[in-house]
């Protein structure tokens, strides 16, 4: 049976090591999409939407195409179709500079008949609301109805009940990079383009299919890649027409989308209300939990979220709809659903705990049945100083106080088929390490280069790693989920495997042993049964002369392991006089299995707790029900969090066992709930919406007050 | 952007003469252009010239000596926070100019546009929102989406003037030297911004053909303390929820003069008569502070998202005020 082998034999994974692609970030060498130039490259531009709801009556293109220096110009709604949100796309240019490009969109000219349009969830829900999708009956689906044991018997068993409603805003998923394209036709039959994707061969085979060409003659390159926290596994409108434009003019295309436009169109996390009932026995049991609950994710469905989350309740009814809106449709946001479900379900448990007079950590020792959250309450704690808490809420004197607060999430990461792999040792003693995966920022080349090194005992940085292109072949799956360390390692890991088998088998009579008795040390092959047999990686290699080895890799289910339960613990401190929240610490306790670069998993939490942070108290997308815009697509009033929010955070890398399981969504999950009880415990007020904003802690302390 | 032509100034006469001879907005003038630039990407302004002011030699200077302050109009944000002079007697001006933005916009925003930059309202810049500042008939935070937006002098258009210099400056007694085709004369900060009822379109009482060249501030009295106090969203950059530029001549416990002007919380940079007539004369305790807070806001008019800026700028005053007693 495959294995990871005992830690103490490891020489590499588990250990903290620097990624490959640092150097060549922080000194701008990396080329992410954003960087590539073309020869005779053009620039491309997209005239969208300013409205959020109109039939296009008529699109007039013949002034931009007039315009010197506009190559192509192309249609991307037909006349009689309605626009449905502001942003939609209507058109699209390329010009031989970007400012002829912006200045050739102005120049499109579009006759449009407005619609009434609904953007807020009460406008959308109201009676009499105008109806914006034709193939619901309102503007609510279906509701989803759970029911489970018998909800009024367990009201009656309960000895306190909690009724409350709680609600996240829309957030936005602010990838740094927007989403964008370069594309480029050799000929009629193939094409290259360089995507900002996180699905490298996802996003092939769409172009292959939009074109009606054969997957194998669409070429896509992702070296580097700014962000997409799951808004970026498909080309969209922008790719296609970037390839279209391309197309047309027998010329490259750059096409970005704008700051503005990423917010617009480029996905969202949908928002969350829950009104929920729930009640718990006198000795702390979840007993009873009654909820309905609703979300937008704009015009298309997809608001969905857990409840009850992550504790077992025994009977229940819950039931979802989802709204549409005059909006750009969702996108999976890190752990899509997950903290919102978190948030409004940890909430739940304090205040229920409040009201049994019991500490919600105890409480929820009792309701959580996962043992390896049970352990990581135990050691986040500790590691906050738990004890420190106020065991009144509210209780600190002076102006400024204190809370601590905790979360919990769960998340699968496991990983699975699909990856194709290639590790290739040359007769130089180079080797090369090469799948379809794409590296999103993540660090799964070094991953790679990690375990190909340990396998072959060289250093990291002999690897050379080749991710983000689909010409070697090699397919991987899509970067979501939290798949792709625990589904690229098994099979980098037997491909590694397989071609120091290979090369055993060679230098065997050289050394005259058995190829069973042959092992790696570091940067030599010695026998294990005489320890003089020895020569260098350098002088194996050199055996193979002309002829490289190459083996592929498979999949092993014994190497990885679905499950990732985490919690966090708050501390905040309220300034009660101007509502500022300062949140002091976040201790992350996060499950992640096997973690094959330490420093990178920490960075993963690390960077999953700032995001988390920025959902709890700045991030909200504002819309404005009588124009129907965002009033806030850009950086100014999207606030994301800086450097002065950012909290001392403690990323506890929790590894109980040695299989790779993925944990770059989960440390988001918890952060949000561990905040948010923080500061109900530093101030005695629960704040019940996110984000949470001065404004909110300033009115619901006055309120308090009167 | 639309395109325009770039004119590097060489002298005072001609930047005025420049001005006179167009419409407004035809011809602006930029030196840091931090605000500028934005407004032209939006295509909030459309101007056909701009004039670089940074080429007019000897307009960033700063001096201090026994009758105050002067300072050109083109130093730098960055500049007056790193003034030591600034920062040991006029120190709610230094703390002003430190909590502007971030260091790269302080470096080459200047005092002159901090001074006549344009509000940061959400309507206001969307090109494709035609509001009232813009010459619609709307308010749109009238009714509409208002967390950031005026809870003091609002009517007609409830922006919020979004400098920290100005309040600071209006606090210490400042005045604005402008010059125009006619020569130049000097008038009172506090009188060179106006409110939305006397012009809905503009926010001071520059004519198309001036120019700010120069702020000029007192000297500091003895025994005075200041302070800038900025309530944001954010740590850095964000403009204020509110701010407090407090200026208090004490002695020891007893406050001689106090000079209370807030901002982001009116269209203008607002002195608060009321909060300082409270704390005038008067020996600063708890009480006393929480009343100049509470008589600063008491004629506030809250929109629908805003309610909480009263209370926030209540509370920012009263504890100005006891940090000058302490």
């Not at chain 1, 709801?53 to 013949?62: E, F, L, R």
């Not at chain 2, 930047?15 to 931090?34: D, F, H, N, P």
């Amino acid at each position: 049976m495959a294995s990871w082998g005992e830690a103490s034999e490891s020489r590499l994974i588990g250990k903290r090591i620097t990624r490959l692609s640092g150097k060549d970030k922080v000194t701008g060498k990396a080329k992410y999409t954003f960087d590539i130039n073309r020869p005779g490259m053009l620039y491309g531009r997209i005239l969208r939407s300013d409205v959020a709801h109109a039939t296009v009556m008529g699109i007039d293109m013949s002034e931009a195409e007039a315009l010197p220096g506009v190559k192509a110009v192309i249609p991307l709604i037909e006349i009689g179709n309605k626009l449905r949100y502001q942003g939609q796309e209507i058109a699209a240019v390329a010009a031989e500079t970007d400012d002829i490009a912006k200045d050739a969109i102005r120049l499109i000219h579009v006759d449009l008949e407005e619609l009434p349009h609904v953007v807020t969830e009460a406008d959308a829900m109201a009676d009499g609301a105008p109806q914006i999708r034709d193939d619901w009956a309102s503007n609510q689906s279906e509701p989803n109805i759970r029911e489970d044991g018998n909800l009024e018997a367990g009201f009656a068993e309960a000895a306190v009940e909690v009724e409350a409603t709680y609600h996240t805003a829309v957030q936005t998923h602010v990838c740094l990079e927007t989403h964008g394209h370069v594309a480029e036709w050799e000929d009629e039959q193939n094409l290259t383009v360089w995507a900002s994707t996180q699905g490298v061969f996802g996003v092939r085979n769409d172009f292959a299919q939009h074109f009606e060409l054969p997957a194998n003659q669409v070429r896509v390159i992702t070296e580097h890649m700014g962000g997409g926290f799951g808004s970026k596994f498909s080309p969209g409108v922008e790719g296609h027409a970037a390839a279209e434009l391309s197309r047309i003019s027998g010329k490259a295309v750059k096409l970005m989308l704008t700051r503005k436009a990423e917010h617009l169109v480029a996905g969202n996390r949908p928002s969350m209300t829950q009104h929920v009932r729930a009640g718990a026995t006198r000795d702390g049991r979840l007993i009873a939990y009654d909820m309905k609950g609703h979300g937008t994710g704009g015009i298309s469905s997809g608001a969905g979220f857990q409840a009850p989350y992550v504790y077992h309740v025994p009977n229940l009814r819950t039931e979802k709809v989802n709204v549409a809106t005059n909006a750009g449709n969702q996108r999976a946001m890190r752990a899509p659903g997950h903290p919102q479900a978190s948030f409004a379900m940890d909430s739940l448990m304090d205040e229920l705990a409040e009201k049994l007079g019991m500490n919600p950590l105890e409480f929820r020792r009792i309701n959580d049945a996962n043992e390896v959250r049970q352990a990581q309450y135990t050691l986040g704690a500790q590691e906050i100083g738990w004890h420190r808490r106020n065991s009144v809420a509210g209780s600190g004197t002076g102006v400024k106080k204190r809370g601590m607060g905790l979360g919990s999430g769960l998340w699968g990461g496991g990983g699975g088929r699909g990856t194709e792999a290639r590790v290739t040792i040359n007769s130089d003693g180079t080797v090369e390490a090469v799948t379809g995966t794409q590296d999103i920022g993540t660090g799964v080349r070094t991953v790679i280069a990690i375990i190909v090194a340990e396998e072959l005992g060289l250093a990291p940085t002999d690897i050379m790693v080749t991710v983000g292109d689909s010409q070697p072949g090699l397919p991987s799956g899509g970067s979501g989920g939290s798949q792709t360390t625990p589904s690229v390692a098994p099979v980098i890991k037997t491909a590694a495997a397989a071609a120091k088998q290979k090369l055993f088998e060679r230098i065997a009579p050289l050394l005259d042993a058995p190829v069973g008795d042959l092992r790696v040390g570091t940067g030599t092959i010695y026998v294990v049964s005489d320890r003089t047999k020895t020569i260098t990686w350098q002088q194996a290699a050199g055996q193979l002369g002309m002829e490289s080895i190459s083996e592929g890799g498979q999949w092993d289910e014994e190497l990885r392991q679905n499950g990732a339960a985490g919690t966090q613990f708050a501390e905040v401190e309220v300034d009660t006089e101007t509502g500022a929240l300062k949140v002091i610490k976040i201790v992350a306790v996060q499950d992640c299995g096997l973690a094959i670069n330490r420093l990178t998993t920490e960075s993963q939490i690390n960077g999953g707790v700032i995001m988390g942070l920025g959902q709890a108290i700045l991030e909200e997308r504002f819309m404005d029900p009588y124009t129907g815009r965002m009033l806030n697509a850009n950086l100014e009033d999207y606030k994301v969090p800086g450097t002065f929010e950012i909290p001392e955070i403690k990323s506890i890398v929790f590894d109980t066992h040695r299989k790779v399981t993925g944990v770059g969504e989960p440390p988001c999950i918890p952060t949000p709930g561990a905040i948010a009880n923080a500061v109900y415990n530093a101030i005695g007020v629960r704040i019940r919406e996110l984000p949470i904003t001065s404004d909110k802690i300033l009115t619901a302390l006055v309120e308090k007050k009167a | 952007m639309e395109k325009f032509s770039y004119i590097n100034a060489t002298s005072l006469e001609q930047v005025t003469s420049l001005l006179s001879e167009s419409a407004w907005g035809e011809v602006m003038l930029i030196a840091g252009g931090t605000d500028l630039l934005a407004e032209l990407k939006e295509y909030i302004e459309t101007p056909k010239t701009l004039v670089n002011l940074k080429t007019l030699p000897g307009m960033d200077s700063i001096t201090a000596d026994a009758s105050g302050l002067k300072i050109g109009a083109l130093a730098t944000v960055a500049d007056i926070a790193r003034h030591s002079t600034i920062q040991h007697h006029y120190t709610v001006l230094a703390q002003a100019a430190a909590s502007v933005a971030t260091p790269q916009i302080r470096n080459v925003g200047t005092i002159g546009g901090n001074l006549c930059q344009r509000p940061r309202c959400w309507y206001y810049r969307d090109e494709t929102i035609n509001c009232l500042k813009k010459g619609g008939d709307t308010c749109y935070a009238v009714d509409g989406l208002s967390k950031y937006h005026a809870i003091l002098g609002g009517d007609p258009v409830y922006i919020v003037h979004p400098s920290d210099l100005a309040p600071a400056l209006i606090a210490l007694g400042a005045s604005v030297k402008i010059v125009g085709p006619e020569g130049e004369k000097t008038m009172s900060l506090e009188e060179f911004f106006t409110l939305p009822a006397t012009n809905p379109f503009r926010e001071n009482v520059l004519e198309p053909n001036e120019i700010v060249v120069e702020v000029t501030v007192p000297a500091a009295k003895a025994n005075t303390k200041s302070f800038y106090l900025k309530a944001r969203e954010k740590g850095a950059p964000d403009f204020a929820l509110s701010s407090v530029a407090g200026v208090f001549e004490m002695d020891g416990q007893t406050c001689k003069t106090a000079s209370i002007v807030l901002g982001g919380v009116a269209p203008a940079p607002w002195r608060s008569k009321e909060a300082e007539a409270a704390l005038t004369g008067k020996m600063i305790d708890e009480s006393v502070s929480t009343q100049a807070g509470a008589d600063a806001v008491k004629d506030a008019q809250p929109l629908n998202d805003n309610a909480y800026k009263v209370t926030l700028t209540q509370n920012l005053i009263s504890r100005a005020a006891m940090m000058a007693a302490s």
